[in-house]
């Protein structure tokens, strides 16, 4: 009997930045934001956050469908809390163009190669007019767990080890073939 799928996300940073980002953004206006989406009002959020160096993230799940949905919002410097407005800087086109970048090859690999890339269901690269008050990013979950949540590189027997380098090798050949 299989067991069924449980998240390991331990990559939570509770820090002052994490922190301070979570209370600034307007988690009901996203949540509003992907009800209409998704064109389901069964959706909340599992759980608080999880945080890596640059990006909170939190699940959504939908009660009327097995799917989960990931928020993604920047992480603000701390040092930036004191001017958070529209034109503040805080939110540059250099940062805005990072993360069209990162959109566009995100929705090129998923035509271009059979790699599971995750599905891109709305977006906001900008702060101006923006209800959430940070840029977003909504995007399909993908069930899985990184190595470091699972204990690390360390955990891992030879023959794992060969296995994941052999996967990491077969996805870079995939995307190089299609660039």
Not at 124 to 134: A, E, G, I, R
């Amino acid at each position: 009997m299989c067991q069924p799928f449980l998240f390991r996300w331990d990559g939570q940073y509770d820090n002052e930045k994490t922190d301070e980002t979570f209370r600034y953004v307007e988690w009901n206006a996203l949540l509003e934001e992907v009800r209409n989406l998704s064109n389901s009002r069964h959706c909340n959020y599992d759980g608080r956050y999880h945080a890596g160096g640059r990006h909170i993230v939190r699940r959504l799940i939908f009660s009327d469908r097995d799917e989960i949905w990931l928020a993604r919002v920047p992480i603000i410097s701390t040092s930036e809390y004191y001017d958070l407005g529209a034109n503040s800087g805080w939110w540059t086109a250099e940062r805005k163009f990072v993360m069209e970048s990162e959109i566009a090859t995100m929705k090129y690999i998923t035509t271009a190669t059979s790699l599971p890339i995750p599905a891109v269901f709305g977006y906001q690269t900008s702060v101006d007019s923006n209800p959430v008050k940070v840029p977003y990013l909504l995007m399909q979950c993908i069930k899985g767990n990184m190595l470091y949540d699972l204990g690390g590189p360390g955990i891992l027997s030879q023959e794992q080890k060969e296995k994941v380098r052999m996967s990491i090798a077969t996805i870079q050949v995939s995307v190089n073939k299609s660039f």
